[in-house]
């Protein structure tokens, strides 16, 4: 039971690993952080794997430790508001990290956001989850996240004006 | 769900090496068990430790009655050899103590 449990574990931390550093990351905005969040997230995925109720798939459940982890990193490292205009601009810190202006100018009207607004955007626009998963992580209602998300997008493209950046939009 | 296996788009511009991904996963991996197992041996340590106490405690508690030293009554002094050791100067005693012993001692004036 144990080992299979293991197995089932680790199968989820080869298959998302990389999706878990880049949610980390885009939270933290620093390579070495976004690491040691996913590190500490499964941390304690592991050891309330056999509390996991099924009421969402694993995979939600899993990716849910490492957004609380990397927002308890950030306040951890950023206890209060910024005035760097490095990390103003919401830019991450990673060698895996590459943009161009656009990239970097949608990164920066992202940063202004308010942090639901960011963290929905950021699922839904760069991960392309569904409003359930994104409920699940963020333990809000459907209702309430589309309506962020139509406010997140308004903002941006609002600061996007000009730069004719598609983002997809949807109510 | 769609946190998907699926080769990203990377609209976020992060593009994670698959050999990082598979260190990554491997070094969460191994960190997770550790810290369960590490837990698990601090635990089975916290009741090793407290069953131990418990015992001892157990043990020290039925033993003392018999272990709590008793007054041999032949060792005990009267108050008259007490008197009889004060006059003759082997004992020293404070003002109040001596009014004591003297008032045992049916002694009105000393």
Known sequence: ?171 | MNLSTEPHKRRDGIHVPDDFAAQLAERATRAAVAAKQRRTRIRRLTWTATAVAAVFAGVLLSVRPDSVPTIDSSMQLSVEEAWTALEQGDVTLSDDELLELAELHGITSL
């Not at chain 1, 449990?5 to 998302?16: I, K, N, Y």
């Open chain 1, 1 to 171: 039971m144990q080992l299979e449990a293991l197995r089932d574990f680790t199968e989820l931390a080869q298959r998302h690993a990389d999706q878990w550093y880049r949610a980390a990351l885009r939270i933290v905005l620093d390579h070495a952080s976004a690491q040691d969040c996913v590190q500490d997230a499964s941390i304690k995925m592991w050891s309330n794997w056999s509390s996991f109720r099924g009421d969402a798939q694993r995979s939600t459940w899993a990716y849910r430790f490492v957004v609380n982890e990397a927002l308890s990193a950030k306040r951890r490292i950023r206890p209060v508001a910024t005035t760097d205009p490095a990390e103003l601009a919401g830019v991450p810190d990673s060698p895996y990290f590459e943009a161009d202006a656009v990239l970097t100018a949608l990164y920066a009207a992202v940063a202004q956001l308010p942090e639901q607004q960011r963290l929905v955007f950021q699922f839904r626009y760069f991960d392309e989850l569904p409003y359930t998963d994104i409920a699940h992580i963020l333990g809000t209602s459907q209702g309430g996240l589309k309506a962020n998300y139509h406010h997140a997008v308004a903002k941006i493209k609002k600061t996007m004006v000009g730069l004719n950046l598609d983002l997809h939009s949807e109510s």
